[in-house]
């Protein structure tokens, strides 16, 4: 069973400052009022946090989640006009990178709030450690020439 209560609190420092801001403003400016009214909520996170991307056990990149709380939930924010299954998509694979069963997709350039959860549908493999392929080597097999 998976616990609401964080979610519904995340949800609601979300409300409390498209209720203040509206929409119209960047991504990042959301992501630091949010930062200020979790903390106002007294609800521990963590922001910007790196996961490294692996393809066949190559590491291939890194992706940042633009929150995490408790090493179990993962936060996307958007300010688009409306979501698109783009957006969900990102979200979920979010899910799998992070290996976590729930998340939250939260857009505030909508005029009205739009927040979606995630579930994770399927599970990732054990983690590996990072090894990145050096693509710009010039004699990597992957390095474009």
């Given at each position: 069973m998976i616990d609401d209560e964080p979610t519904y609190k995340i949800i609601g420092?979300?409300?409390?400052?498209?209720?203040?801001?509206?929409?119209?403003?960047?991504?990042?400016i959301y992501q630091r009022c949010l930062a200020i009214e979790l903390q106002i909520a007294g609800i521990s996170f963590q922001r910007e946090v790196e996961q490294p991307i692996f393809y066949k056990g190559n590491g291939v990149g890194v992706r940042r989640a633009d929150f995490i709380f408790e090493d179990r939930l993962v936060l996307e924010l958007k300010?688009?006009?409306?979501?698109?299954?783009?957006?969900?998509?990102?979200?979920?694979?979010?899910?799998?990178?992070?290996?976590?069963?729930?998340?939250?997709?939260?857009?505030?350039?909508a005029k009205?709030?739009?927040?979606?959860?995630?579930?994770?549908?399927?599970?990732?493999a054990s983690k590996k450690s990072y090894n990145p392929i050096n693509l710009e080597n010039p004699d990597h097999p992957d390095a474009d020439n």
């Amino acid at each position: 069973m998976i616990d609401d209560e964080p979610t519904y609190k995340i949800i609601g420092c979300a409300m409390e400052v498209h209720n203040t801001l509206g929409n119209g403003f960047q991504e990042v400016i959301y992501q630091r009022c949010l930062a200020i009214e979790l903390q106002i909520a007294g609800i521990s996170f963590q922001r910007e946090v790196e996961q490294p991307i692996f393809y066949k056990g190559n590491g291939v990149g890194v992706r940042r989640a633009d929150f995490i709380f408790e090493d179990r939930l993962v936060l996307e924010l958007k300010a688009v006009i409306e979501l698109e299954d783009v957006h969900l998509a990102q979200a979920k694979n979010y899910l799998s990178a992070y290996n976590f069963d729930v998340g939250l997709l939260i857009n505030f350039g909508a005029k009205s709030l739009q927040h979606k959860r995630i579930f994770r549908t399927e599970k990732r493999a054990s983690k590996k450690s990072y090894n990145p392929i050096n693509l710009e080597n010039p004699d990597h097999p992957d390095a474009d020439n």
